[in-house]
């Protein structure tokens, strides 16, 4: 039963139609600060609650901003606040962004990837295993080996043997990584001209092979690696793949686990030489909320430079 004197329903007034306030909408928006779902609804409640203790039949889109992000300091702490403001931020950067996942086999980039689609409201996700199948497509076995092979396999494609100094695993790897990366370019540059936000994943997102520079000021790129310290933890991700034992069988990957290591250590080295931010997977949810910090610092860090290009431009104007 309505309580004597209390509104149902708030509308916002300068969106199309009226349309009422939605806990849906408002907590989808929430999760890009990196709250879990659970904790976003209930700070879409909150808001609700606050909004109808009010009184008022409607509220402008700025005052619903200003009260969301009261109730996100308040109940989940001035970091999700913060972020909430900066996301704003990139909105208003009319760029897209473009996340690129890097690291070995097993670290949990698909699964990180995906959430990040879900929480940024990014709808284009490409691994960069397809990107290999279908470069398989138009180049034969016989022309390109270590496109036909794992990234920890790489080594039994190559076509020439390497100095006897160097590791065979990372020359094939390296080799293979190259050949992806043409056609990973090409999707980067498909981005930037439809101004499309994506996520790339996989082992072949490496430090040193994308070409980025010529894109900088036509999308928002944000590379990361994503590590497994722990050689426990990092074998135990195998066991999940192994529940689909037809085409991830978990045996191949305990087999190939020290090659998968050492894929690990030189993604790392490109990672540090090139200034690339390493994180480490120990905690889903801890890395899930790194890798959004890191869009949101590097959103800020473009939307300052902007003003700051914007303020020289009227300067000059007036001058």
Do not use: C
């Not at 097993?106 to 279908?134: F, H, N, P, W, Y």
């Not at 056609?183 to 540059?189: D, S, T």
């Not at 135990?236 to 020290?258: C, K, L, M, N, W």
């Amino acid at each position: 039963m309505k309580e004597e004197g209390r509104i149902a329903t708030v509308r916002i007034s300068d969106r199309e139609s009226g349309l009422p306030y939605s806990k849906g909408l408002t907590a989808s928006q929430v999760m890009v600060t990196g709250l879990p779902p659970a904790r976003a609804y209930e700070v879409a409640e909150a808001v609700e609650e606050r909004l109808l203790a009010m009184g008022r039949p409607d509220v402008s889109s700025e005052e619903l901003s200003a009260l969301l992000v009261q109730v996100l300091e308040e109940v989940a702490g001035d970091r999700y606040a913060k972020n909430f403001l900066r996301w704003r931020e990139v909105e208003a950067l009319d760029v897209p962004i473009v996340l690129l996942i890097g690291g070995t086999t097993g670290v949990g980039k698909s699964t990180l990837a995906t959430q990040l689609a879900a929480r940024l409201g990014i709808v284009r996700v490409v691994a960069t295993d397809m990107v290999r199948e279908v470069m398989r497509a138009l180049f034969s076995r016989e022309l390109m080996p270590t496109l036909y092979t794992s990234s920890f396999e790489a080594d039994t494609a190559l076509r020439e043997p390497p100095a006897r100094v160097k590791d065979r695993l990372i020359v094939g790897f390296r080799e293979q990584t190259a050949a992806v990366a043409v056609g990973v370019n090409a999707i980067l540059e498909r981005a930037a001209i439809e101004g499309t936000s994506i996520i790339v994943e996989g082992a072949h997102v490496v430090p040193g092979f994308l070409d980025l520079d010529p894109l900088a000021d036509r999308i928002l790129a944000v590379p990361v690696i994503i590590s497994v310290e722990d050689e426990e933890m990092h074998r135990s991700h195998f066991a999940v793949r192994g529940s689909d034992a037809i085409s991830r069988p978990a045996t191949r990957y305990q087999q190939g686990f020290e090659k998968i290591r050492r894929l690990q250590r030189y993604i790392k080295s490109q990672a540090l030489s090139h200034g690339v931010p390493v994180i480490p997977n120990y905690s889903f949810d801890q890395a899930l909320a790194s890798i959004i910090d890191l869009v949101m610092e590097r959103a800020t860090e473009r939307a300052a430079q902007l003003r700051a290009v914007g303020g020289r431009r009227r300067r000059g104007r007036t001058a």
